[in-house]
């Protein structure tokens, strides 16, 4: 459910800016969420969706789906503005026993290609063995995918696990995925990895969050501050205990970070996450689920998504 919530101001928007560039700190009124219809079933039998524009303006999409004990990735795609959707093709699929993949992201290269990421671990014997974040690619729009890549990979020791990639592109044309890393049940960081061969290799990791605390940092999200190389980076942490959202600043288009801030804070002592944000006309939005208004007995899960 959609609510009157608090926006993403521009203040935030121009953080960190060179000083020479004077802008108003004026506070906004609080934003209003329009209805713009009733939502749209995708999949009855999925989880963790995420969706980019193709070059021709249509959209893609990926999520995990299960059925009996086999799990499977899919694809989707729409024509008219996410208000239809249809099913295209299957990245991979296996059985869970073996397998535990998740955490799709979808995203077109400008000659076409579509890459999508994902989550790519092993199990046996209901333990996890290896972590991986893998790569595969189509080459007719979705439809058929082979393996492009392994992005970063460790044996599973303990709390060590690799978890929801993101991608983008950057001005220079190289390809950004930005991940999260554990290193301990109360600790995980942010890290960008970039290729500039379409996603054959990778470079080192690049710090992006979570280096400089005690702090389960993840689930981040990108988008642009302007056309200049700003970025702004989105994710959940635990600095304070329970989890809320943060944010990072770059100005290098995505190869350095700093600037950490609170981007929101629950009331009462309750929790928010699972942030994303999105540069709508200049004005970045940022979306993200809370339980500040509900039972937190669920945890924010069972709470409400705000923007």
């Not at 000083?19 to 995708?42: C, D, F, M, N």
């Not at 970063?152 to 060590?160: M, S, Y």
């Not at 290799?201 to 990108?222: C, E, K, Y």
């Amino acid at each position: 459910m959609l609510n009157l919530t608090k926006t993403l101001v521009a203040a935030l928007a121009l953080a960190g800016l060179a000083a020479s560039t004077p802008v108003s700190l004026a506070k906004r009124l609080p934003g209003r969420v329009a209805k713009a219809g009733e939502p749209v079933v995708i999949d009855t039998n999925s989880h963790y969706l995420r969706v980019s524009a193709m070059n021709d303006g249509s959209l893609i999409g990926g999520y995990g789906a299960t059925e009996g004990s086999t799990k499977i990735l899919r694809v989707v795609r729409s024509t008219d503005g996410a208000q239809s959707w249809q099913r295209i093709g299957e990245v991979f699929r296996g059985d869970v026993a073996a397998h535990d993949i998740d955490n799709a992201f979808p995203l077109q290269l400008p000659g076409g290609r579509v890459l999508y990421a994902y989550r790519d671990h092993d199990r046996a014997g209901g333990q996890f063995t290896r972590y991986r974040i893998t790569v595969c690619y189509s080459d007719d729009g979705g439809r058929t995918w082979k393996y492009l890549s392994t992005v970063v990979q460790r044996a599973a020791q303990g709390v060590n696990g690799l978890w929801e990639p993101f991608l983008r592109l950057a001005k220079d044309g190289t390809v950004q995925l930005y991940y999260s890393a554990e290193n301990a049940d109360n600790d995980q960081d942010n890290f960008m990895k970039y290729s500039k061969d379409g996603g054959q290799t990778w470079s080192n990791s690049i710090p992006v969050s979570g280096g400089d605390r005690v702090s389960r940092d993840g689930m981040v999200g990108v988008a642009p501050i302007d056309d200049n190389g700003n970025l702004i980076a989105v994710f959940e942490h635990t600095t304070s205990g329970g989890f809320n959202v943060d944010y990072v600043i770059s100005h290098d288009d995505g190869y350095s970070w700093a600037e950490r801030g609170s981007l929101y804070t629950a009331r009462n002592g309750k929790a928010s996450g699972a942030p994303q944000v999105y540069n709508v006309g200049g004005t970045l939005v940022a979306s993200f689920m809370t339980n500040e208004d509900v039972d937190p007995r669920g945890g924010y899960n069972f709470g409400q998504m705000k923007v």
